[in-house]
């Protein structure tokens, strides 16, 4: 085991410890953070390492798999901390445990192309990844040794500070140095079928990060949707298809991948708008992705954090994720018009 602590044994040490230290000032709710996180453009080698250790000395506490995984992604990885992170170059070297943390607070599919069910942070980071904590045998292991082993978290929170300078070198941080610990990837851990719908369900949600705003952090995977083309409209092969986060809007919104568009009348209306009889966006919201930068490079992608809810404000560049056009709508006659929309 890693640890025996639960959060609420944690935040019952937290009470009892901060008693005794004068060098708390504030009135923060235990475990949480306020700290000014750098911007994108501010991460250093350096900043990234200090980050590292911090991060291991969370990792090599004394809690459980559950409390660990609540004290990194719901009061380590806060929102701006995210977002701050997950815009970085993809040219930039991450430690081994940051790019694990960022890993599972993001939806992006790992190297192996999708997330199975039922994989849980410890066997990713552990068995996949090799990324090994601090473990505390229960028959050696002292409440004191516990508790000296929490105050590198205690410290950090002290401070009000995820980058404080002054934790000690940690156990195995230099096994997180780029590059260091290797891995072979768990292609058989993960199906054909997986990947399919991972790669699906990731362009569903830049299409909406990118048009309407889509959550940054959420429970459950998007659940890309299709409607089956009513019998009476013409043939399909005459449609205008677009694809992309430039669709309908209704499209979009619904996880929609392909706004199909019938050439039967002269106020156009794509086919999910017909089936779900509501009013139809094509038209009057049809934009030229061209016009936005931004869609050339959408972001790294949705948060998939159990812990918190939160909602992101609009495009941001990032490293995870490249996007391209294929020509654009307003280059293509009526009766061929698409925009893909791909991850590479």
């Not at 081994?96 to 599972?104: A, G, P, T």
């Not at 941080?173 to 590059?179: L, Q």
């Not at 290797?182 to 997986?194: F, P």
């Not at 929609?256 to 050439?263: A, D, F, G, T």
């Given at each position: 085991?890693?640890?025996?602590w639960?959060?609420?044994?944690?935040?019952?040490?937290?009470?009892a410890?901060v008693?005794k230290?004068?060098?708390?000032?504030?009135?923060?709710k235990?475990?949480?953070?306020?700290?000014?996180?750098?911007?994108t453009?501010?991460?250093?080698a350096?900043?990234?390492?200090?980050f590292?250790?911090?991060?291991r000395?969370v990792?090599?506490?004394?809690f459980?798999?559950?409390?660990?995984?609540?004290?990194?992604?719901?009061?380590?990885?806060t929102?701006?901390?995210?977002n701050s992170?997950?815009?970085?170059?993809?040219?930039?070297?991450?430690p081994?445990?940051?790019?694990?943390?960022?890993?599972?607070a993001?939806?992006?599919?790992?190297e192996?192309?999708?997330?199975p069910?039922?994989?849980?942070?410890?066997?990713?980071?552990?068995?996949?990844?090799?990324?090994?904590?601090?473990n505390?045998?229960?028959?050696?292991?002292?409440?004191?040794?516990?508790?000296q082993?929490?105050n590198?978290?205690?410290?950090m929170?002290?401070?009000?500070?995820?980058?404080?300078?002054?934790t000690?070198v940690?156990?195995r941080?230099?096994?997180?140095?780029?590059?260091v610990?290797?891995?072979?990837?768990?292609?058989?851990?993960?199906?054909?079928?997986?990947?399919r719908?991972a790669?699906?369900?990731?362009?569903?949600y830049?299409?909406?990060?990118?048009?309407?705003?889509?959550?940054?952090q959420?429970k459950?995977?998007?659940?890309?949707?299709?409607?089956?083309?009513?019998?009476n409209?013409p043939?399909?092969?005459?449609?205008?298809?677009i694809?992309?986060?430039?669709?309908?809007i209704?499209?979009?919104?619904?996880c929609?991948?392909?706004?199909?568009?019938?050439?039967d009348?002269?106020?156009?209306?794509c086919?999910?708008c017909?089936?779900r009889?509501?009013?139809c966006?094509?038209?009057?919201?049809?934009?030229?992705?061209?016009?936005?930068?931004?869609?050339?490079n959408p972001?790294?992608?949705?948060?998939?954090?159990s812990?918190?809810?939160g909602?992101?404000?609009?495009?941001?560049?990032?490293a995870?994720?490249?996007g391209?056009?294929?020509?654009?709508?307003?280059t293509?006659?009526?009766?061929?018009?698409?925009?893909k929309?791909?991850?590479?």
């Open positions: 085991m890693v640890g025996t639960t959060e609420k044994h944690t935040q019952k040490y937290f009470r410890a008693k230290r004068v060098d708390f000032i504030g009135t923060r235990h475990l949480e953070f306020t700290d000014q996180v750098p911007p453009h501010e991460w250093t350096e900043l990234l390492e200090q590292n250790r911090n991060l000395g990792y090599n506490g004394p459980d798999w559950e409390t660990t995984e609540v004290l990194l992604m719901k009061y380590i990885m929102d701006d901390l995210l992170l997950k815009n970085l170059s993809k040219d930039v070297a991450l081994h445990l940051v790019r694990l943390v960022l890993d599972w993001c939806w992006d599919p790992p192996e192309g999708a997330w069910p039922g994989l849980s942070m410890r066997r990713y980071f552990m068995k996949w990844r090799h990324c090994e904590p601090l505390f045998k229960s028959d050696t292991s002292t409440d004191v040794d516990m508790e082993a929490a590198a978290l205690l410290d929170w002290i401070a009000n500070d995820r980058l404080y300078a002054d000690p940690q156990y941080e230099a096994e997180d140095v780029p590059g610990t290797q891995y072979k990837l768990r292609m058989q851990d993960v199906t054909d079928e997986q990947r719908e790669a699906e369900a990731l362009e569903a830049l299409n909406q990060e990118w048009r309407c705003g889509a959550p940054l959420m459950a995977w998007i659940k890309v949707r299709s409607y089956k083309r009513p019998e409209l043939p399909a092969e005459n449609d205008t298809v694809r992309g986060p430039y669709m309908c209704q499209c979009v919104k619904a929609i991948l392909e706004c199909r568009v019938p050439n009348t002269e106020l156009p209306k086919v999910s017909r089936v009889k509501i009013k966006a094509y038209q009057t919201e049809l934009v030229d992705p061209c016009a936005d930068p931004a869609f050339f972001p790294r992608a949705l948060s998939k954090a812990v918190s809810q909602s992101s404000a609009g495009p941001s560049s990032s995870g994720a490249s391209s056009a294929k020509r654009t709508a307003d293509l006659s009526e009766e061929e018009r698409e925009v929309h791909t991850r590479s």
